[in-house]
């Protein structure tokens, strides 16, 4: 009951805000080339708050709504706005406050290891292959490339610094 109601409400405030969240990876240097706008968020001409593509990038509507979608697409974005982030913990809590799901893989030297993960259900559902217990050639083409796409390595630095891997 509690999850319908929350799901209305959310579904009501996205209907006025023109941010659209990433699912699924997307090229942002091809859609440079295409004439979709100046915005890869909103897909509208409109004056770049960020530009991570010659002069195209993120507005200011959609930099103010930003939620991370797929850690893959949205790295620019990720990247630029870590910035304000001085430490491993204040990085590691932006990310969580702006909807990733993460788990830990490790750290060495100082710097944390992390599975960004875009897709829960496809990692959970091959975690064995993912983590190294089952070999990837057990599953056909389709299914390494959905599993590939369902996150992103990530590391933080001990400076709040982060990497995202794609
Ligand atoms: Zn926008």
């Not at 974005?77 to 491993?88: A, D, P």
């Not at 932006?94 to 875009?118: E, M, S």
């Not at 990692?123 to 599953?139: K, M, R």
């Not at 299914?143 to 590939?148: L, V």
């Amino acid at each position: 009951m509690y999850t319908k109601v929350y799901n209305k409400k959310y579904i009501r405030k996205n209907l006025n805000m023109p941010f659209r969240g990433k699912n699924t990876y997307e090229n942002c240097y091809k859609w440079h080339r295409q004439n979709n706008g100046t915005c890869f968020y909103c897909y509208e001409d409109k004056p770049v708050a960020y530009a991570f593509v010659g002069k195209k990038g993120i507005c200011q509507e959609c930099l103010d709504h930003f939620k991370i979608g797929h850690v893959g697409t949205d790295r620019h974005v990720i990247t630029y706005l870590t910035n304000q982030c001085h430490s491993h913990e204040e990085t590691l809590k932006w990310l969580k406050k702006h909807d990733l799901k993460l788990t830990p893989n490790g750290q060495k030297n100082g710097t944390h290891y992390y599975f960004g993960i875009n897709n829960m259900g496809i990692f959970n559902n091959y975690c064995a292959i993912i983590y190294g217990l089952t070999d990837i050639d057990t599953v056909n083409n389709a299914t390494k490339e959905k599993i590939m796409d369902s996150y992103n390595e990530i590391e933080i630095f001990k400076n709040g610094g982060i990497r995202i891997i794609y």
